[in-house]
Nanobody, 129 residues
Framework: EVQLVESGGGLVQAGGSLRLSCAAS????????IGWFRQVPGKEREGVSA????????FYADSVKGRFTISRDNAKNTVYLQMNSLKPEDTAVYYC??????????????????????WGQGTQVTVSS
C-alpha cells in the first residue's frame, strides 16, 4: 500500500547531470518529510539530502552542497533530486525515504537513515571518470 518508487538513475560521465524522481503513494505525501540516501557496496547507507513537509526546508550533506538540489511537488506526490557536476564518488544506489516527523526534536535527524519509516527500492547512479 505504502510505496516509494525511484527513477531517473543511469550512467553518466563525470561533470554530467541526472534528475532522480521519487513517486509516492499510499500515504498523505504533503505531511511527510522526505530524504534521499545513497549506498555503495560495503558501506552504510548515508544521507544525501532531505526536505521537510512543514516549510520545505532543505538539508544537504557537505559532499553534495552546491551540486545537488532537492525539491518536491506535493500535487504530484513526487520529490526530485537534481544532481549536477557529478563525480565518480557519487556512484551509488540512491534511495528515497519518508517519515511523518523526522525533525521533531532536532534537524540533525533529517539525514539519518534511522529516522525514516518508509523506503523505496533504489535506483543505480553510475558516474564514469
Amino acid at each position: 500500500e505504502v510505496q516509494l518508487v525511484e527513477s531517473g538513475g543511469g550512467l553518466v560521465q563525470a561533470g554530467g547531470s541526472l534528475r532522480l524522481s521519487c513517486a509516492a503513494s499510499g500515504f498523505t505525501f504533503e505531511n511527510y518529510d522526505i530524504g534521499w540516501f545513497r549506498q555503495v557496496p560495503g558501506k552504510e547507507r548515508e544521507g544525501v539530502s532531505a526536505i521537510s513537509s512543514s516549510d520545505e526546508t532543505t538539508f544537504y550533506a557537505d559532499s553534495v552542497k552546491g551540486r545537488f538540489t532537492i525539491s518536491r511537488d506535493n500535487a504530484k506526490n513526487t520529490v526530485y533530486l537534481q544532481m549536477n557536476s557529478l563525480k565518480p564518488e557519487d556512484t551509488a544506489v540512491y534511495y528515497c525515504a519518508a517519515d511523518a516527523y523526522v525533525g521533531s526534536y532536532s534537524d540533525i535527524w533529517y539525514l539519518d537513515r534511522r529516522a525514516y519509516e518508509y523506503w523505496g527500492q533504489g535506483t543505480q547512479v553510475t558516474v564514469s571518470s
